[in-house]
């Protein structure tokens, strides 16, 4: 069904969000998300963030910034997708995927800016934390 408050559909919806805002970002060429939940706890167990490769910086930084900026717990992305809106019926032809004749919210980048500023802020703190332990090395 298309029932929105079953995690495996919105968790797909938002894991196809998350990477069309990482490749959007230029942060990655190619990207693929997977969000695994388990039962009773709201945000995900585990993020994947794979950018076969293609990534500026460590995929590591990418899914901390994705915590960061992206709603994960089912509640927070049924309200971020607007997934209780009654817009199914466009997805009853052509898919879920890949439209931009529907103006799905998941197909939407509108996290570029968001993302990117969370990555810069983990690098920096990154190298911060770095320059302190090479100075305390010497």
């Not at 709201?42 to 994705?66: L, Q, R, W």
């Not at 992206?70 to 019926?89: D, E, R, T, V």
Request: proline residues 4%; charged residues 30%.
């Amino acid at each position: 069904g298309k029932d929105p408050s079953k995690v495996d559909r919105s968790a797909a919806y938002m894991a196809r969000y998350i990477a069309k805002n990482i490749v959007a970002a230029q942060v990655a060429d190619k990207c693929e998300v997977q969000l695994a939940y388990s039962i009773g706890i709201a945000e995900p167990v585990s993020i994947y963030v794979n950018t076969f490769g293609t990534s500026k910086v460590h995929e590591s930084e990418i899914e901390k910034a994705v915590r960061k900026v992206f709603p994960l717990c089912p509640a927070g992305i049924i309200k971020h997708l607007k997934l209780k809106q009654p817009n199914y019926l466009k997805t009853a032809s052509y898919g879920h995927f890949g439209r931009q004749d529907c103006n799905f919210e998941w197909e939407k980048i509108n996290k570029v800016d968001e993302l990117k500023k969370q990555l810069e802020l983990n690098i920096k703190k990154k190298n911060m934390i770095h320059s302190i332990t090479i100075e305390k090395q010497l």
